[in-house]
C-alpha cells in the first residue's frame, strides 16, 4: 500500500517558517521524483517545487527564492522549506511522487498524500 504522510502545516505570521516533511512508504521501486503542490481556497492546483531521484530541482516563480525542497532518499522523506512565508502561501500543500525519476521539470504525480494546511497570517 502506498502512503505519504504529511506533517509540518500549521499557522505562522508572514515572514516566518515553517518546515513541511512528507514521509513515503510503499512506493513501487526506489528511484522516484517527489514534490509539492498546494491549492488555495477558489484557486486552481498550483506547482510548487520538484525534485527528481538524481537531485536536480524546480520552483514555481512564486516561491523561487523563499522555498527549498530536498530529500533523503535512504528515509524516503521530502521536505520543504518555507521562509519569509506570506499570506498568499496559505493553502493546502499535497506531497506528490512521480514514478519517473527525473521528472524535477515535467513533474505530475502518481501518487499523493492526504496535505497539510498551511495559513500565514497578515
Known amino acids: 500500500q502506498v502512503q505519504l504522510v504529511e506533517s509540518g502545516g500549521g499557522l505562522v505570521q508572514a515572514g516566518g517558517s515553517l518546515r513541511l516533511s512528507c514521509a513515503a512508504s510503499g512506493l513501487p521501486g526506489s528511484r522516484y521524483s517527489m514534490g509539492w503542490f498546494r491549492q488555495a481556497p477558489g484557486k486552481e492546483r498550483e506547482f510548487v517545487a520538484a525534485r527528481s531521484w538524481g537531485g536536480s530541482t524546480n520552483y514555481a516563480e512564486s516561491v523561487k527564492g523563499r522555498f527549498t525542497i530536498s530529500r533523503d532518499n535512504a528515509k524516503n522523506t521530502v521536505y520543504l522549506q518555507m521562509n519569509s512565508l506570506k499570506p498568499e502561501d496559505t493553502a493546502v500543500y499535497h506531497c506528490?511522487?512521480?514514478?519517473?525519476?527525473?521528472?524535477?521539470?515535467?513533474?505530475?504525480?502518481?501518487?499523493w498524500g492526504q496535505g497539510t494546511q498551511v495559513t500565514v497570517s497578515s
Open positions: 506528490a511522487a512521480d514514478k519517473r525519476p527525473y521528472a524535477s521539470t515535467s513533474f505530475q504525480g502518481d501518487y
